[in-house]
């Protein structure tokens, strides 16, 4: 099938993809004193008086907002607003199918800092969550830095946590297929953008000790100019005896490659300088940093990309439904390091130890029983980490 004609096609048939519809039928006078003037003044009262009230009597408790300025859609670009409408609306798809999660988009006309965090905050009291979508790094890391600190609701990066938790969780099971201990293996991360610096963090927080970082212009090091100021944060954990380099000199004697950047960036003969059996997650999009026929030509053992025709596709739809189902479960306040890890390792949990090989190291996207199992595994530890409100 030709996916961009046909999509194109079914856009101009089903103009837009998702609607509102309501609850409830209005079908009488009385019906309509219930669901509006004068019976509403009620609820709106008691709302007043205490404003937790409105996960009670309005939807809040079950929506969450997706936020985007259209800066970085899919591997498009800056394409705007307007043009990032269909992605967003095909997320609240994704929210609702896999999740039974309300979700609404927003496209904001605005790449300001400011402008943006001011904006959702300003409109965070109809959502029980934030879900910030392709926006541009650095900016990015900003917005959610900000809003975290002024939002009493959950503000999430998808494609910076959700992004680390799938990765972390295929990783987890990598390694247990290749026999390699997250204390002992050396870790090289390609793309310093949003995901790879969440993802880093995220290994980091995991246990994770050795990690090398690498943009198009090679290894970060403490002499790297042009840096941003995100990336200068992840010095301080990365890259410790400072190595310098390309990319091909950070994959030698390396047993993990993940690749956040663009296509075409290891070749077979940098996979036989890593370590036997090396594990790859080519994760650019739609065409991966490495084929998988190339990896494995080159000794790699476990390889994953974002593709639904190789095995072991890094996808984010395995995290960010269920996550939300069970942040909205718990009215967590915010999605902390031990939710994202909780998530992460119920994932790698999955995949039973005698279905576990080198193609099968993640549940796959319709997987059923994967929603439910992070919302569960998010939920708990929301209450042990303090971030549940009921």
């Not at 609607?19 to 004068?38: F, H, K, N, Q, W």
């Not at 029980?128 to 917005?143: H, K, M, Q, S, W």
């Not at 998530?343 to 796959?364: F, G, T």
Request: charged share 25%; aromatic share 6%.
């Amino acid at each position: 099938m030709d996916y961009a004609k046909e999509s194109l096609k079914k856009h101009y048939e089903w103009k837009g993809k998702i609607r509102v519809v309501t609850d409830i039928p209005v079908r009488s006078a009385e019906d309509l004193s219930l669901a509006y003037t004068p019976g509403v003044a009620k609820p709106c009262l008691e709302i007043q008086k205490d404003a937790e009230k409105s996960y009670e009597l309005t939807r809040r408790w079950n929506l969450c907002a997706v936020v985007t300025d259209g800066s970085a859609v899919l591997g498009l670009g800056d394409i705007g607003p307007e043009a990032g409408m269909p992605v967003m609306e095909g997320k609240c798809v994704l929210f609702q199918t896999f999740g039974g999660v309300d979700a609404f988009p927003i496209c904001l006309k605005t790449q300001d800092v400011d402008e943006i965090v001011n904006t959702v905050y300003l409109m965070s009291g109809s959502f029980g969550g934030v879900n910030l979508e392709d926006i541009a790094a650095p900016r990015c890391f900003e917005i959610e830095r900000k809003l975290k600190e002024i939002c009493d609701i959950p503000i999430f990066h998808d494609d910076q946590h959700g992004t680390a938790i799938v990765v972390l969780a295929g990783l987890i099971n990598a390694m247990k297929v290749c026999g390699k201990q997250k204390e002992k293996v050396k870790v090289v991360v390609n793309g310093a953008g949003s995901a790879g610096i969440a993802v880093s963090k995220l290994l980091l927080s995991y246990g994770f000790q050795n990690l090398i970082l690498c943009d198009r212009h090679g290894i970060l090091n403490s002499e790297y100019e042009g840096m941003n100021w995100a990336q200068k944060e992840m010095l301080r954990d990365v890259n410790r005896e400072n190595s310098r380099g390309m990319l091909a000199d950070a994959l030698v004697g390396a047993d993990i490659f993940l690749g956040f950047s663009k296509p075409g960036m290891v070749t077979t003969e940098m996979v036989k300088t890593m370590n036997r059996d090396a594990i790859l997650f080519a994760c650019a999009n739609p065409t991966p940093e490495i084929f998988p026929e190339e990896a494995a030509a080159g000794g790699a053992r476990v390889i994953s990309t974002g593709r639904s025709d190789f095995p072991n596709q890094i996808n984010n739809v395995l995290v960010f439904p269920g996550l939300f189902r069970g942040v909205f479960d718990v009215r967590a306040k915010e999605i902390n390091e031990e939710m994202k890890l909780a998530a992460a390792m119920a994932i790698a949990d999955l995949i039973p130890e005698e279905k576990r090989d080198e193609n099968h190291i993640i549940p796959k996207a319709f997987d059923p029983a994967v929603s439910g199992a992070v919302a569960k595994a998010v939920a708990e530890a929301a209450r042990r980490s303090g971030a549940a409100r009921i």
